[in-house]
């Protein structure tokens, strides 16, 4: 394992910096929802200061990852970017009080432990990069037993076809 783990509150007050690359196979909470684990996503961390003062950290991801189609089950790629804003916070009592503060839903607010395992923060923003239901945003033609039964289309509809 060549898992990082830091500060994250030193990290912030010394506003640095950090970036990588993981294979999308390090990430087994990640793998478990996709096609495959092939792979793997670019990430990097910048550390600063909210302007509430709070320590803040700036999380980019990039890269490819395969779902599995809804409709038509067929494996597709998906590109991932993703850039996101975490406020830290020490306790989960100062969590919500600096929630409620932000009243911001772009930002989220983490209780880091003293020596948080980066590659947990990478994994938590690329399960939340993943549609809920993945499709094609077109199947390919003829891939699918799925694509007849399209639960778009309403029942009636199918209905009238069928007559
Ligand atoms: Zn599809």
Request: one cysteine or more; aromatic letters at 4%.
């Amino acid at each position: 394992m060549t898992a990082k783990a830091i500060d994250l509150f030193e990290f912030c007050r010394n506003k640095q910096h950090l970036s990588g690359d993981v294979p999308v196979s390090d990430l087994a909470r990640l793998t478990a929802e996709l096609a495959d684990n092939k792979g793997e996503l670019a990430w990097s961390l910048q550390g600063g200061q909210h302007e509430t003062g709070s320590a803040q950290l700036t999380l980019q991801l990039e890269g490819e990852v395969h779902l599995i189609c809804q409709r038509c089950l067929t494996a597709y790629p998906l590109a991932v970017a993703s850039k996101s804003l975490l406020v830290l916070a020490k306790t989960e009592a100062e969590a919500d009080e600096t929630e409620a503060r932000l009243d911001d839903d772009s930002i989220d607010v983490i209780v880091p432990s003293g020596s948080q395992d980066l590659m947990v923060l990478v994994e938590d923003e690329a399960l939340l990069a993943l549609p809920l239901s993945p499709r094609h945003e077109s199947c390919p033609a003829g891939a699918a037993p799925g694509t007849v039964n399209d639960k778009a289309e309403s029942p009636f509809a199918v209905l009238k076809k069928l007559k």
